[in-house]
């Protein structure tokens, strides 16, 4: 069993930053890849960025690509996301999650940890 929780979110202007942190509580946390994934008011949750259980490999929506970054600590047991040149269209409940793998995966569907989520909201 895997329990995630987010931290770092809140209100920015445009063009700011913000870190997301989420805690795992888990033995093993180097056992599992991990990934960031949102939910605007209205919208289905999609897939922001992933990470492998080493770091080694990250993938990124193309949407965040260039001004988001995906990293972890294992010793800490905790992964980032650090959010760079925020846009209003960025505002969104962010989720931690992570799936019964190594290798890290877009697929939300292979989610089967979250977390409760932290909001991210960006103001013009």
């Known amino acids: 069993q895997v329990q995630l929780v987010e931290s770092g979110g809140g209100l920015v202007q445009a063009g700011g930053s913000l870190r997301l942190s989420c805690s795992a509580s888990?033995?093993?946390?180097?056992?599992?890849?991990m990934g960031w994934f949102r939910q605007a008011p209205g919208k289905e949750r999609e897939f922001v960025a992933a990470?492998?259980?080493?770091?080694?490999?990250?993938y990124y929506a193309d949407s965040v690509q260039g001004r988001f970054t995906i990293s972890r600590d294992n010793a800490k047991n905790t992964l980032y996301l650090q959010m760079n040149s925020l846009k209003p269209e960025d505002t969104a409940v962010y989720y931690c999650?992570?799936?019964?793998?190594?290798?890290?995966?877009?697929?939300?569907?292979?989610?089967?940890?979250w977390g409760q989520g932290t909001q991210v909201t960006v103001s013009s």
């Open positions: 888990v033995r093993t946390f180097s056992s599992y890849a």
């Open positions: 999650a992570a799936p019964p793998t190594l290798r890290a995966t877009v697929r939300l569907e292979t989610y089967i940890y």
């Open positions: 990470i492998s259980w080493s770091g080694g490999t990250t």
